[in-house]
């Protein structure tokens, strides 16, 4: 985001990071009875000011804007014409002025900024009566969201500036790019805190879908694991000490938590489902917050017809797999890619229910994240730009596929019995057969499968570009179909024309360019980047 509109988020009253809330988190009292002199006074105080960091039009721009379009076009998993933005993005001609760009980089700026703002106000507001375990409890949620931002950002654009306090910027608000490596460290230190001070779960209903422990030990595995092939070592190893890191965390999470993959992979994604226990981080939309980039908004998506939207107006820019994507279910995957991806002539009953179900009639489409009428949801307030649906950031399937590769690290190969049976539960709840050995190219292949669709598989190719990006360019320039759409009949599917002219991908593919406006108002972004620590 330009620095200017940073600076304006020093403006933001109580009452403003109130504006999204869900109502599962809050019963929140009437804005004219709210200060900042008479609030952050008790834990509740401060749940209610952390509670407003789990949606909003921060998380709204991003997700409407660059969700799907970096994650999955960008990657070659999905593809969209007749959108200037995500046609750069597939063709890898990508510029300072794309949109879904800006607001990736915008949006993620602003999620800090609130994050800095609501620390900034726990650590100067609150009382010595409130227990300092609920006081870091708070401040833990922060951190671990502000510590996401960061992790995005740092996998798209490596050195970026790292912001701590807001109000820094109105004396000094021009400031320089950071190292990478100091970014990453700033991720690990906030995710450290949170997996220090969250607790492991949240007794009422009231405080469900926050995040927990679990949750920032997951997301710290992730973060270690990327980090850990940043700088390879000789022949393109990953760091050892930094890989066991991540599979200490990742394994706490996959043994101590609990926690359960849920038995339908279906099911993750209907909103009956919103507080699923598999969800360890997703954003928490509420659908009467229904206006332009305020709510979530990802089934304009949709290419299905008006009978499965929300309001009787049907999706706007049908964003449909790319023919490699459809390449990679075998026919046995049919469970994952039946609610990822539709096909002529797949049936849903749970799309315009009232109506018989729905039938797809086009050659291809994405399915999750396409929810249905307001009837189908029981959400009567729900509209196209206010979907019910909680999108998870965070998946305990993914802890699960980052403890196998932890596992695996530098090795060509491994057996080992932990990796396989995290792996596997994976697999079989997909309906396939379990494996004996796993490698990195089926750890990759099966991480692109279950998470597609889901902004995901561009940041392991990130991660996998930094120790070995032969590999990782030859992904993204691999096969003749490899981004391109594709028609569908009669179960055979036949690859079409690439929407512009597609140019190889290089290593610089893999770092975005810095929106040109925020160079504009920050010349010192064209600086090289200097040390945080």
Same mark, same amino acid.
């Given at each position: 985001?330009?620095?200017?509109?940073?600076?304006?988020?020093?403006? &933001?009253?109580?009452?403003?990071?109130?504006?999204?809330?869900?109502?599962?988190?809050?019963?929140?009292?009437?804005?004219?009875?709210?200060?900042?002199?008479?609030?952050?006074?008790?834990?509740?105080?401060?749940?209610?000011?952390?509670?407003?960091?789990?949606?909003?039009?921060?998380?709204?721009?991003?997700?409407?804007?660059?969700?799907?379009?970096?994650?999955?076009?960008?990657?070659?998993?999905?593809?969209?014409?007749?959108?200037?933005?995500?046609?750069?993005?597939?063709?890898?001609?990508?510029?300072?002025?794309?949109?879904?760009?800006?607001?990736?980089?915008?949006?993620?700026?602003?999620?800090?900024?609130?994050?800095?703002?609501?620390?900034?106000? /726990?650590?100067?507001?609150?009382?010595?009566?409130?227990?300092?375990?609920?006081?870091?409890?708070?401040?833990?949620?922060?951190?671990?969201?502000?510590?996401?931002?960061?992790?995005?950002?740092?996998?798209?654009?490596?050195?970026?500036?790292?912001?701590?306090?807001?109000?820094?910027?109105?004396?000094?608000?021009?400031?320089?790019? #950071?190292?990478?490596?100091?970014?990453?460290?700033?991720? $690990?230190?906030?995710?450290?805190?949170?997996?220090? #001070?969250?607790?492991?779960?949240?007794?009422?209903?009231?405080?469900?879908?926050?995040?927990?422990?679990?949750? $920032?030990?997951?997301?710290?595995?992730?973060?270690?694991?990327?980090?850990?092939?940043?700088?390879?070592?000789?022949?393109?190893?990953?760091?050892?000490? &930094?890989?066991?890191?991540?599979? &200490?965390?990742?394994?706490?999470?996959?043994?101590?938590?609990?926690?359960?993959?849920?038995?339908?992979?279906?099911?993750?994604?209907?909103?009956?489902?919103?507080?699923?226990?598999?969800?360890?981080?997703?954003?928490?939309?509420?659908?009467?917050?229904?206006?332009?980039?305020?709510?979530?908004? &990802?089934?304009?998506?949709?290419?299905?017809?008006?009978?499965?939207?929300?309001?009787?107006?049907?999706?706007?820019?049908?964003?449909?797999?790319?023919?490699?994507?459809?390449?990679?279910?075998?026919?046995?995957?049919?469970?994952?890619?039946?609610?990822?991806?539709?096909?002529?002539?797949?049936?849903?009953?749970?799309?315009?229910?009232?109506?018989?179900?729905?039938?797809?009639?086009?050659?291809?489409?994405?399915?999750?994240?396409?929810?249905?009428?307001?009837?189908?949801?029981?959400?009567?307030?729900?509209?196209?730009?206010?979907?019910?649906? #909680?999108?998870?950031?965070?998946?305990? $399937?993914?802890?699960?596929?980052?403890?196998?590769?932890?596992?695996?690290?530098?090795?060509?190969?491994?057996?080992?019995?932990?990796?396989?049976?995290?792996?596997?539960?994976?697999?079989?709840?997909?309906?396939?057969?379990?494996?004996?050995?796993?490698?990195?190219?089926?750890?990759?292949?099966?991480?692109?499968?279950?998470?597609?669709?889901?902004?995901?598989?561009?940041?392991?190719?990130?991660?996998?570009?930094?120790?070995?990006?032969?590999?990782?360019?030859? /992904?993204?320039?691999?096969?003749?179909?490899?981004?391109?759409?594709?028609?569908?009949?009669?179960?055979?599917?036949?690859?079409?024309?690439?929407?512009?002219? /597609?140019?190889?991908?290089?290593?610089?593919?893999?770092?975005?360019?810095?929106?040109?406006?925020?160079?504009?108002?920050?010349?010192?972004?064209?600086?090289?980047?200097?040390?945080?620590?």
């Amino acid at each position: 985001m330009k620095l200017k509109s940073k600076i304006l988020y020093l403006a &933001l009253a109580v009452a403003g990071l109130f504006t999204s809330c869900s109502e599962d988190f809050l019963d929140r009292p009437p804005l004219s009875e709210i200060s900042s002199e008479n609030f952050y006074q008790t834990f509740s105080d401060l749940k209610l000011a952390t509670a407003a960091l789990y949606a909003g039009s921060p998380w709204a721009e991003w997700t409407y804007s660059s969700y799907l379009t970096i994650g999955d076009v960008m990657s070659g998993n999905m593809v969209l014409g007749w959108n200037d933005d995500a046609i750069q993005l597939n063709t890898f001609s990508v510029t300072g002025l794309n949109g879904a760009v800006i607001a990736n980089w915008r949006s993620m700026y602003k999620v800090i900024a609130h994050c800095n703002t609501t620390i900034k106000a /726990i650590n100067e507001k609150t009382p010595e009566s409130v227990p300092e375990a609920e006081k870091n409890a708070a401040l833990a949620e922060a951190r671990f969201i502000r510590g996401y931002a960061y992790y995005n950002l740092a996998l798209l654009w490596g050195d970026v500036p790292i912001i701590e306090d807001n109000t820094e910027l109105i004396s000094s608000p021009l400031v320089p790019r #950071h190292q990478v490596n100091d970014v990453f460290r700033f991720v $690990a230190e906030d995710l450290t805190f949170a997996v220090n #001070h969250l607790p492991a779960a949240f007794g009422s209903a009231w405080e469900r879908g926050r995040v927990t422990t679990w949750s $920032a030990q997951g997301l710290l595995a992730k973060v270690y694991l990327s980090w850990s092939g940043l700088n390879p070592q000789n022949g393109g190893q990953r760091d050892q000490e &930094l890989l066991d890191i991540a599979k &200490l965390l990742a394994g706490s999470v996959c043994k101590n938590s609990g926690l359960e993959l849920i038995e339908n992979y279906a099911d993750l994604f209907k909103t009956e489902n919103n507080y699923n226990e598999e969800a360890l981080f997703a954003l928490r939309w509420d659908p009467s917050v229904g206006g332009w980039l305020a709510g979530n908004m &990802l089934q304009i998506y949709s290419s299905g017809g008006p009978e499965i939207s929300a309001e009787g107006a049907a999706g706007w820019f049908g964003i449909r797999p790319t023919y490699d994507m459809y390449l990679q279910y075998s026919e046995d995957d049919s469970v994952r890619r039946k609610a990822t991806f539709m096909l002529k002539d797949d049936y849903y009953p749970e799309l315009n229910a009232a109506g018989g179900g729905f039938t797809y009639t086009g050659d291809s489409g994405i399915k999750k994240h396409v929810i249905g009428t307001k009837k189908d949801n029981n959400v009567p307030i729900m509209t196209l730009t206010s979907s019910a649906e #909680h999108n998870a950031l965070l998946r305990l $399937a993914d802890v699960y596929l980052v403890y196998a590769e932890a596992i695996l690290g530098n090795n060509a190969s491994t057996s080992d019995a932990d990796a396989l049976m995290y792996f596997n539960k994976v697999r079989t709840r997909a309906g396939l057969d379990p494996v004996t050995s796993i490698d990195a190219d089926i750890l990759l292949k099966e991480r692109r499968i279950e998470l597609a669709a889901e902004s995901q598989y561009w940041a392991d190719l990130v991660s996998l570009s930094y120790y070995n990006p032969s590999k990782a360019i030859g /992904i993204l320039n691999g096969g003749a179909g490899r981004r391109v759409t594709f028609t569908y009949n009669a179960g055979v599917a036949t690859p079409g024309d690439p929407f512009g002219v /597609i140019t190889p991908a290089t290593v610089n593919s893999f770092r975005l360019p810095i929106p040109s406006s925020e160079i504009t108002a920050n010349p010192k972004l064209l600086d090289a980047p200097v040390p945080y620590f």
